[in-house]
């Protein structure tokens, strides 16, 4: 494939608000009206009629427009072809699946385009809510269609993490910090410390490519960044697409964060 630049990357922006918004648009007609629901994972993980139809939707409009990218989704089983492409779109159709299920309106569409391991082009997609985020390669974070910034660190700091990992977390930060109330789609999550409404989040370990790529370029493009505990940057379409646990914040105060949350993980 040829060498791809900045202004490709705004096409797929374009290509990708497109779609999400009509998948979006799919699934709002099965919110809160008990739509169809299978269990995967051995029972793990939900899966409901509106997954599906957002998924095929946006393979129907991503792929035909770009059939020169691989492909990754949650809703569609991975064969690995998808690592002989060094472009590929990461898409989740319905981030935030139990939320849906038990008529939230915390979900969101998710659709990234990866370049080489890194998400260049992303956007969510928050129907209940009205919300769109975006954000591109070198370019400004959106939320319908306005700058967003993630906050600078402060004596007060507003974390979304599981309570017992909160608990865990050092002592020095544990007494500035306050816990919000759950936040079940990981991607919204970060689209909330990138628009300035809560500080910093943990995550456990075994998030997945599809959960993060959108959401890591928008925080990223409005100030923040998201890592593993020990400082590393992710990478995505690799053999595996899970990864460690991880923190976010805005990226002046990610390393007190991971420093205090070294002891949250632990047993």
């Given at each position: 494939?040829?060498?791809?630049?900045?202004?490709?990357?705004?096409?797929?922006?374009?290509?990708?608000?497109?779609?999400?918004?009509?998948?979006?648009?799919?699934?709002?007609?099965?919110?809160?009206?008990?739509?169809?629901?299978?269990?995967?994972?051995?029972?793990?993980?939900?899966?409901?009629?509106?997954?599906?139809?957002?998924?095929?939707?946006?393979?129907?409009?991503?792929?035909?427009?770009?059939?020169?990218?691989?492909?990754?989704?949650?809703?569609?089983?991975?064969?690995?072809?998808?690592?002989?492409?060094?472009?590929?779109?990461?898409?989740?159709?319905?981030?935030?699946?139990?939320?849906?299920?038990?008529?939230?309106?915390?979900?969101?569409?998710?659709?990234?385009?990866?370049?080489?391991?890194?998400?260049?082009?992303?956007?969510?997609?928050?129907?209940?809510?009205?919300?769109?985020?975006?954000?591109?390669?070198?370019?400004?974070?959106?939320?319908?269609?306005?700058?967003?910034?993630?906050?600078?660190?402060?004596?007060?700091?507003?974390?979304?993490?599981?309570?017992?990992?909160?608990?865990?977390?050092?002592?020095?930060?544990?007494?500035?910090?306050?816990?919000?109330?759950?936040?079940?789609?990981?991607?919204?999550?970060?689209?909330?410390?990138?628009?300035?409404?809560?500080?910093?989040?943990?995550?456990?370990?075994?998030?997945?490519?599809?959960?993060?790529?959108?959401?890591?370029?928008?925080?990223?493009?409005?100030?923040?960044?998201?890592?593993?505990?020990?400082?590393?940057?992710?990478?995505?379409?690799?053999a595996a697409v899970t990864h460690p646990a991880l923190c976010a914040a805005?990226?002046?105060?990610?390393?007190?964060?991971?420093?205090?949350?070294?002891?949250?993980?632990?047993?």
């Amino acid at each position: 494939m040829a060498e791809s630049g900045a202004g490709q990357w705004d096409d797929d922006l374009d290509l990708l608000v497109s779609a999400a918004t009509e998948a979006g648009e799919a699934a709002m007609g099965y919110f809160r009206n008990s739509p169809e629901t299978w269990w995967k994972n051995e029972g793990r993980s939900p899966v409901t009629a509106a997954d599906y139809a957002a998924n095929d939707i946006l393979i129907d409009r991503l792929r035909l427009a770009r059939p020169s990218y691989g492909w990754l989704s949650e809703e569609t089983e991975d064969d690995g072809a998808r690592l002989g492409f060094e472009t590929l779109f990461v898409i989740d159709p319905i981030d935030g699946t139990r939320a849906f299920m038990n008529g939230l309106a915390t979900w969101c569409v998710s659709a990234a385009v990866v370049h080489r391991g890194r998400p260049v082009a992303g956007v969510l997609v928050a129907p209940a809510l009205g919300e769109t985020f975006t954000a591109a390669h070198d370019g400004v974070a959106l939320k319908n269609g306005f700058p967003i910034s993630a906050r600078q660190p402060s004596d007060a700091v507003a974390i979304a993490a599981p309570a017992e990992a909160f608990r865990r977390l050092k002592p020095d930060y544990l007494a500035r910090a306050r816990r919000v109330e759950h936040i079940p789609s990981l991607a919204y999550r970060l689209a909330m410390i990138a628009d300035g409404r809560i500080d910093a989040t943990l995550v456990y370990a075994n998030s997945h490519d599809w959960d993060l790529a959108a959401a890591e370029l928008i925080l990223e493009r409005a100030g923040g960044r998201l890592s593993s505990l020990d400082g590393r940057p992710l990478g995505y379409n690799g053999a595996a697409v899970t990864h460690p646990a991880l923190c976010a914040a805005h990226e002046t105060g990610l390393k007190s964060l991971s420093s205090a949350a070294q002891t949250a993980f632990s047993h």
